[in-house]
């Protein structure tokens, strides 16, 4: 049987574990008396490459040439800018000051256009002459099984980079990484029958040419180089008939993680709108210890 208990007053409570009384405050209280660390001018040694914010989660906008054509995401928004040698530091505040302007003027619209303003505007709040900005967002589209065309949804981890420096403009980049299935060359050659397939993850980052300003949705781009040069597609409904038509598929396209990135390679090469990329694919192997992984870079002339 529990005891009774007699519950002090909150006040009382909270002396029991541990509140004191405020002490005397000296200081002062207005923002233009306060001392400012931040904007202290000296010879601190070093500049410093980057400088901000990181892990700030926030709700964006999101448009896509597949459906659905417009949904609202939780971003990741990383925020920073360079500072001088003779500056002490940044204005941490200003950052999440900025994201929340754009919030209040209708929403963030997740856009290279609104990364170019919104970077640009960012350096003259922070009084630096440039500033970066790196998003990353789970992206959503519909997927229908190949035989019942039953509808669900799918999704990839994409990340989306901007760096506006005065006199020199605009650097843009992105990411994505999906999930796709393998099946083993060698399995399929040495057994008498079946084959043993793996998850498989694509991951592309790619650097946009200087001219590219989303006519083309970057992110269906590169998910269709990743899924057609699979051994089969992620599904998230699949009926009988379509789980036939997926793992005969995946027999009649096997893969190593070396075809993988060199097939996706080639698409993206064939991309005018991407002047670099890195490919990467780790494949979870279903009977092995391990993962199996390859990647490879290039830069177009």
């Not at 490459?49 to 597949?66: E, F, R, T």
């Not at 919104?118 to 350096?123: G, M, P």
């Not at 789970?138 to 065309?149: C, N, V």
Request: glycine share 4%; aromatic share 8%; charged share 25%.
């Amino acid at each position: 049987m529990n005891r009774e208990i007699k519950i002090p007053s909150k006040k009382e409570r909270h002396q029991l574990f541990g509140s004191v009384v405020p002490g005397l405050k000296t200081k002062p209280t207005e923002k233009l008396k306060m001392a400012d660390l931040q904007n202290s001018k000296k010879d601190f040694l070093f500049s410093i490459d980057a400088v901000g914010i990181s892990n700030v989660k926030h709700p964006v906008i999101l448009l896509s040439d597949l459906s659905p054509n417009e949904q609202t995401t939780i971003a990741n928004f990383k925020m920073t800018s360079t500072i001088s040698y003779d500056s002490k530091g940044t204005n941490m505040s200003r950052f999440t000051e900025q994201l929340e302007a754009y919030r209040q003027n209708g929403g963030f619209v997740l856009s290279l256009n609104n990364l170019f303003d919104f970077t640009k505007e960012l350096a003259e709040r922070l009084k630096q002459n440039d500033a970066s900005i790196e998003v990353t967002f789970p992206w959503f589209y519909e997927r229908k099984g190949p035989s019942s065309a039953l509808v669900g949804l799918n999704h990839s981890e994409a990340t989306l980079a901007v760096t506006y420096e005065e006199g020199q403009g605009f650097t843009t980049s992105a990411k994505l990484t999906t999930a796709i299935t393998t099946l083993c060359p060698c399995s399929k050659e040495i057994s008498e029958y079946s084959a043993h397939n793996q998850r498989g993850y694509v991951s592309m980052e790619v650097e946009f040419t200087p001219d590219y300003h989303e006519q083309i949705d970057w992110k269906a781009a590169l998910l269709h180089a990743a899924e057609t040069n699979a051994s089969a597609m992620i599904h998230p409904v699949l009926k009988r008939p379509d789980e036939k038509m997926v793992t005969e598929s995946a027999y009649e396209n096997p893969r190593f993680v070396e075809d993988m990135v060199r097939l996706v390679a080639a698409d993206l090469y064939e991309l005018d709108f991407i002047q670099a990329f890195t490919v990467q694919c780790r494949n979870e192997e279903s009977i092995h210890l391990h993962d199996a992984i390859a990647s490879l870079s290039y830069r177009k002339n």
